[in-house]
């Protein structure tokens, strides 16, 4: 019945714009033409709820003197004509039937007419059957929910994508110049889309009256190669952003190195560095990601390197340059209790619900440690994960510990692999006391028992050909800049 009145409405809009706009073409009309058209227009009778009326035929009725030209009678006129040509008070063909609870039925006119105000009734009510859309850029000190509240946003809408976005956690980490992009349809919320940079994207859709699903959207784009090279005057930061790298990359390859040299004590002035780094691209514009490839510094008479090879940094000889991942975050006597799944539904209402973790049966206040070296990132209490730790682990890798009862580091502390971190617990929205861990390998999700992670120590022979092929492209890179 909705979409039965909604196109009653758009017809009875739509006769109104063309009237109007003929009304005006008819008074441009010399007399001669407007008489000879007459007999033309008379001799088609219709009515305003034909669906195949033309504006030509409703202009038949009319108590004037005015009428348009035979040619204006072969096409009907364009449905963008501007409301603004519309009269406060039309008078219209009495013999038209009108329905009595429309918003255009006037029973105090003489004829039925219509009104300024009944126009924009008409309107409204049309707004509401177009998508809507809302670009918000996200400032310093915004919280989502004050962002809901701001817009008028549903509590309701903001809770169910709180809940799906457990999956992702992106919505937890909102920083000022990303975009928010809401689209509401007949004053719902039907999607939103948060514009984390050019090429990653996570999009929350309305599914029926059961909630939102999510969906990550990541571009590959173009990953360009930088070379630098420079040389040591006072500090390697302020070097190394004299030769062109960023204090983000200067600070990383410090934490890369930092157990094969001490930057401010070591390294003296005259010493030498290149590094490699590759951007992304989207077209020509940058998205702001961006990997150290290698890295090769001259320390007076030694040199201390690292080379990206499949997901984990080496030195010249093959050995890992980082400490390798173990694969579990708590004692191996905690049994597995849900698996990694990136396809479970959800068993009531049938939306999608991955499992991006894995879950292990412990007690509240077991001891949670990291499973690699690297630095927290996020400490937070979310309303689903409950507390939670997110530690970056280089470039490549993130780990996440969901539903804790304490957190036993900081954001900003550097952390080994093998300290103890966190307690268990039961936080956010649980079943009971567990353990859900996460690992991310380049912005997605992987199951962390069985992901090709660097467990090992050194290069595998099976690989130290290919190893050695990428350690000379990398030389060839700086020998040609």
């Given at each position: ?8 409405l ?11 706009v ?34 030509a ?45 429309s918003p255009l039925?006037d029973?105090?006119a003489?004829?039925a ?10 309107a ?24 809901f509240?701001?817009?008028d946003?549903?509590q309701?809408?903001l ?17 000022p ?8 349809f007949?004053?719902?919320l039907t999607?939103?889309?948060?514009q ?22 990541t ?6 190669e ?37 930057f ?6 005259g ?5 490699l ?9 940058r ?32 050995l ?6 173990v ?11 849900s ?7 959800h068993p ?10 894995t ?10 440690y ?31 510990f ?7 580091v900081?954001?900003?502390q ?15 929205r ?7 861990y ?16 660097p467990?090992?120590?050194a ?10 092929l ?12």
């Open positions: 019945m909705s979409s039965i009145k909604n196109n009653k758009q017809l009875v809009l739509m006769w109104v714009l063309l009237t109007s003929l009304l005006g073409i008819v008074a441009l009309l010399p007399v001669g033409d407007k008489v000879e058209a007459s007999a033309e227009i008379k001799a088609a009778p219709m009515t305003a709820e034909d669906p195949q009326i033309t504006s035929a409703l202009l038949s009725n009319q108590k004037s003197n005015k009428e348009p030209a035979p040619e204006l009678l072969s096409e009907p006129v364009s449905e963008t004509a501007s409301t603004a040509s519309v009269d406060s008070a039309i008078p219209v063909a009495t013999d038209l039937t009108y329905d009595p609870e039925y029973a105090n003489q004829g007419t219509v009104t300024e105000s009944a126009v924009a009734s008409i409204a009510e049309l707004a509401k059957a177009y998508p809507k859309t809302i670009n918000y850029v996200i400032q310093k000190g915004d919280t989502l929910g004050a962002i509240a701001q817009l946003l549903s309701t809408s809770y169910q994508i709180l809940e799906v976005d457990l999956n992702v956690l992106a919505l937890d980490s909102i920083k110049g990303q975009t928010l992009v809401f689209t509401e007949e004053g719902e999607r939103l889309e948060l984390i940079s050019l090429a990653h994207q996570v999009v929350y859709k309305r599914s029926g009256d059961n909630g939102f699903e999510f969906e990550q959207i571009l590959d784009g173009e990953w360009r930088h070379s630098y090279i420079g040389k040591v005057e006072y500090s390697f930061a302020g070097s190394a952003k004299t030769a062109g790298l960023s204090l983000f990359e200067a600070q990383f390859i410090a934490s890369l190195l930092k157990d094969k040299i001490n401010s004590r070591d390294l003296r002035s010493d030498t560095f290149k590094v780094v590759s951007r992304q691209y989207i077209g020509d514009e998205t702001g990601e961006n990997r150290i490839d290698a890295v090769s510094i001259n320390n007076r008479s030694r040199n201390i390197s690292a080379y990206l090879y499949e997901g984990a940094y080496y030195d010249e000889a093959g890992s340059i980082e400490r390798a991942f694969r579990r975050p708590v004692s191996s006597k905690y049994r597995i209790s698996s990694f799944n990136p396809n479970r539904t009531v209402t049938g939306l999608l619900r991955p499992h991006n973790g879950d292990f049966a412990v007690p509240i206040g077991t001891p949670i990291a499973t690699g070296d690297g630095v927290v990132s996020r400490v937070l209490n979310h309303k689903y994960a409950g507390l939670y730790i997110e530690i970056s682990n280089g470039q490549t890798y993130r780990t996440r969901l539903h804790l009862s304490k957190v036993l900081k954001k900003g550097r952390i080994k692999r093998g300290q103890k971190i966190a307690l268990s617990g039961n936080s956010g649980t079943t009971g006391a567990h353990l859900h996460e690992l991310h390998m380049r912005g997605r999700a992987v199951n962390a028992m069985t992901a090709d992670i467990i090992a120590t290069i595998e022979k099976k690989q130290q050909a290919a190893f050695k990428a350690l000379s492209n990398y030389h060839a890179a700086w020998k040609e800049s």
